[in-house]
């Protein structure tokens, strides 16, 4: 199943499955080897505003074989806090290039 298409996945539907595509993770393997929260941060960075938490939720219970609402709550406080992590490495990045 590794190197299935990504779009294999349970729960990886076809929007997400498109973005995880243009950020060149196509294979069940390479998402893998990037793991969630750096395939987060690559959508979110490619797409500010269409990329939410859920995403990560989406793609880390993916690989975990399980629907997003079962991940464990200590799993969802530690992803949250890695997407707050991107989120302000993403507002600091905008916020530097505006005050040039």
Same mark, same amino acid.
């Given at each position: 199943?590794? !190197?299935?298409?990504?779009?294999?996945l349970?729960?990886?539907?076809?929007?997400?499955?498109?973005? @995880?595509?243009?950020?060149?993770?196509?294979?069940? $393997?390479? =998402? &893998?080897?990037?793991?969630?929260?750096? $395939?987060?941060?690559?959508?979110?960075?490619?797409?500010?505003? &269409?990329?939410? =938490?859920?995403? @990560?939720?989406?793609?880390?219970?993916? @690989?975990?074989?399980?629907?997003?609402? !079962? /991940?464990?709550?200590?799993?969802?406080?530690?992803l949250?806090?890695? $997407? &707050?992590?991107? !989120?302000?490495?993403? /507002?600091?990045?905008? $916020?530097?290039?505006?005050? /040039?």
């Amino acid at each position: 199943m590794n !190197d299935a298409p990504i779009g294999t996945l349970p729960g990886v539907g076809p929007v997400t499955q498109g973005w @995880l595509e243009e950020a060149g993770i196509r294979t069940v $393997a390479e =998402l &893998r080897a990037v793991g969630s929260v750096d $395939a987060y941060r690559r959508l979110k960075f490619m797409f500010p505003r &269409r990329v939410s =938490l859920n995403a @990560l939720y989406g793609i880390e219970a993916a @690989l975990r074989g399980c629907h997003w609402l !079962d /991940l464990p709550p200590s799993v969802k406080s530690a992803l949250q806090q890695e $997407a &707050r992590t991107i !989120d302000e490495a993403l /507002l600091k990045g905008a $916020a530097s290039r505006c005050s /040039l």
